[in-house]
């Protein structure tokens, strides 16, 4: 079957239609900037004919069987299965990713998809306990309706998968906007296989477009039953704002600046090695990304040694060329951001340059900061690209609360001792901790909570055992 993304169309009702503004915009390959297709600049009219499809399907699509609509989502799967080695090229080119990185992208959203599709044939609900004999209590779950996903550009399919493929699991229907910078991989292609499967009219929809023209408008439409956002702590914020005065139901996945805090009795070896992949990997283009190296003063210069021998020896370029570690960052923006904003303020703040901090043009070598300190951007803000900035300090209680003095989603903590290392790890105030690990590795995961509601039915067994003046009889009418 022909591969053929980024045609420049939307997804909506089970049809492919131009925006109701007929423009389009260009998709780039990151490494080369050769267009390599375009996409439908959506607006609030498509939003609103997308979001009205969705809602008109969700019951119809909620009361298939769930083998009904797992099967739906195996063909899903079996799409995005046969075009793999398609995905990953196209992967590579739209995010700039090695081939690795594209490779883990594609394999999670079809892991996901197929757990999914599991999951929902598996558990429908619970029996709960009842408060007295003679009554029987269930919880079922149940659909929340029509689910807006909003998805970034640095794991586009695999960020859209992680809620698309419980959501139409369990019985809900999908509006999904991709990021500008990667509407095929993130959106066109998974239309693509939605179509292929033969799901209903409505069930899934993709609007491509800008963030002000079509994302806003998804944050904050009526029709929603509830938002999934992955993205900027800013952009969260704003969103979240804007639900809690109409008590809209969201839910987010904000960046942060997480930490790789390096004890004094650690293996620098090891650390090291592991901060190539905690800081730098996906050119630190992640939200779970080290921003923040944490290291005690008495193994500093060692460490800091260390991975700048490793990031030095890193090659950057093209991902399609053998043997490239670091591939380019996502747009000149972000060039921009992380050397205007970020490196070059701390430099001149007293912070020292190990190696790197250069780029040309979108490839931006591998960096390492030491001396920082927590007054520089280098430090406060999430660095979002391939940037080690490295802090020293005295002892392990004032790395904990260095460490808890910023947001954050995910901390590593290197030593020998694995229950000093536990013990820290129970003070930081992250989502995840690894000790003498990088980030996260477990794949795809039980995502059904997110995505249904419980529904609570009490069921009598015996004759009702009621309160005399509910049972007395009605008085006679005179």
């Known amino acids: 079957m022909p591969f053929h993304p980024g045609d420049g169309r939307l997804y909506i009702d089970g049809a492919f239609v131009p925006a109701a503004s007929g423009r389009t915009g260009v998709v780039e390959e990151k490494a080369t900037g050769r267009p390599i297709g375009t996409y439908a600049r959506g607006g609030a009219e498509d939003v609103d004919r997308a979001v009205a499809a969705a809602r ?60 999914s599709a599991v999951q929902v044939s598996e558990h429908a609900g619970d029996i709960l306990p009842p408060y007295k004999a003679g009554k029987l209590s269930l919880s079922r779950a149940v659909p929340l309706g029509v689910l807006g996903l909003i998805t970034p550009w640095n794991y586009p399919m695999n ?3 992680r809620a698309l493929a419980p959501g139409l699991a369990f019985g809900n229907t999908v509006v999904l906007k991709p990021a500008e910078l990667t509407p095929v991989i993130g959106g066109q292609v998974l239309a693509a296989a939605a179509d292929h499967a033969r799901l209903p009219a409505g069930v899934f929809n993709v609007v491509t477009g800008e963030g002000p023209e079509a994302g806003w408008p998804l944050a904050r439409h009526q029709g929603l039953d509830m938002l999934d956002f992955t993205g900027s702590r800013e952009v969260g914020l704003a969103i979240a704002r804007a639900a809690a005065g109409e008590l809209r139901d969201i839910r987010l996945e904000l960046g942060g600046s997480n930490a790789f805090v ?14 190539m992949v905690a800081s730098l990997e996906f050119q630190g283009q992640t939200c779970i ?98 940037v080690i900035p490295v802090t020293a300090v005295d002892t392990e209680a004032e790395a904990v609360a260095l460490t808890n003095g910023l947001p954050m989603l995910m901390n590593s903590v290197f030593t020998r001792d694995l229950m000093r290392g536990y013990g820290v790890a129970e ?49 006679q009418e005179s």
């Not at 650690?266 to 090291?272: G, N, V």
């Not at 070059?344 to 900061?369: I, K, N, Q």
């Open 262 to 275: 390096v004890l004094d009795d650690a293996d620098i070896e090891l650390a090291a090695s592991c901060a």
């Open 159 to 161: 960020l859209a998968m």
């Open 56 to 115: 008109a399907a969700q019951p119809g699509w909620a009361a298939l069987s769930a083998p009904e609509r797992a099967g739906y989502l195996r063909d899903f799967c079996g799409y995005l299965e046969s075009h793999h080695d398609e995905l990953v090229e196209q992967s590579m080119r739209e995010t700039g990713g090695v081939r690795a990185k594209a490779v883990d992208e594609v394999g999670t959203s079809v892991r996901q998809l197929a757990l």
């Open 289 to 386: 990304s080290a921003s923040r190296h944490i290291v005690q003063r008495a193994v500093a210069d060692d460490y800091v040694a260390a991975v700048a021998r490793r990031a030095a020896a890193l090659r950057v370029g093209d991902p399609f060329e053998p043997g490239t570690a670091l591939g380019p960052l996502i747009s000149a923006a972000q060039v921009d951001r992380l050397h205007r904003t970020i490196v070059e303020p701390s430099l001149a703040m007293g912070a020292r340059l190990v190696t790197g901090g250069s780029h040309d043009g979108l490839f931006y070598r591998p960096t390492v900061l030491a001396d920082v300190t927590p007054g520089m951007p280098a430090f406060r803000e999430e660095v979002f690209g391939p």
């Open 427 to 475: 003070q930081l105030q992250a989502g995840e901790v690894h000790v003498n690990d990088a980030h996260a590795r477990h794949g795809a995961e039980n995502q059904m909570p997110g995505f249904t509601r419980r529904q609570w039915i009490g069921l009598q067994r015996t004759p009702l055992d009621l309160p005399d003046w509910a049972t007395a009889p009605a008085p």
